[in-house]
DNA sequence: TTACTAGTTCGATGGAGATCGTACTACGAA
DNA sequence: TTCGTAGTACGATCTCCATCGAACTAGTAA
């Protein structure tokens, strides 16, 4: 498992930071939608790989999403229950304002 | 009234881009505790007037607040229920994230 | 009127970060 | 071993935006 904060580690305005910026909430919307995790080469974006690379990297080091390695691939997934102890509601609000 | 979103023109992504900067969100955090609302002038902070209309105006550009006029002074208020309509549980579960 | 106060707008600047290409590592298959 | 694939790390670039000072508007008071 790729270093990330532990859930007391965890703050709001990285959260925040990390999930206002359009290809990172699409990440983590492709992420609601597998809650087994996700190969981060599977998920559409409109990026390069290292940028994708840079934006999983955020995401983890906020705390938002987990990444273990398989072989080759590395697996990310939500953090949904840490997030949603910590913020209540945050995560479905966000998730549901899907349109 | 200054220039706001209907709350059918809210979108998510430019609340939590507005959300997801240290200012902003010390701005949020007084409102919360002035449910009548509050003069500009009022929330301390670290910056200068005019960078402080600055986020004012992306907040309420983003729907997050609405500000009317009392004479002089600007008194902007949390846009609380139209927040809670379109993303329950995002209001609250930041605001109860204050340590 | 004048003066003061509250706040905004504008233009400029500086710093942060999103993006990319390239080079690199690690694993699996032939 | 060699090759291909998945992904990361690094350095450079470029755009966005937070910040400021200065000028401006609008309301209030003397």
């Known amino acids: 498992m ?3 904060p532990a859930r007391d580690e965890i703050r709001v305005e990285a959260v925040l930071q ?3 910026e359009p290809v990172r ?18 998920i559409e974006l409109p990026v390069t790989a290292s940028t994708r690379a840079h934006h999983l990297r955020i995401l983890r080091e906020a705390g938002v999403l987990t990444t ?3 072989g080759t691939r590395r697996i990310s997934t939500l953090r949904r ?6 913020y209540p509601g945050l995560l479905t609000g966000i998730l549901t304002a899907r349109q």
């Open 2 to 4: 790729l270093p990330q």
């Open 68 to 70: 273990h390695t398989e």
């Open 25 to 42: 909430l699409q990440i983590i919307r492709a992420l609601a939608d597998a809650p087994d995790g996700i190969a981060c080469g599977e």
């Open 18 to 20: 990390a999930l206002g």
């Open 81 to 86: 229950q840490d997030l949603d102890t910590l």
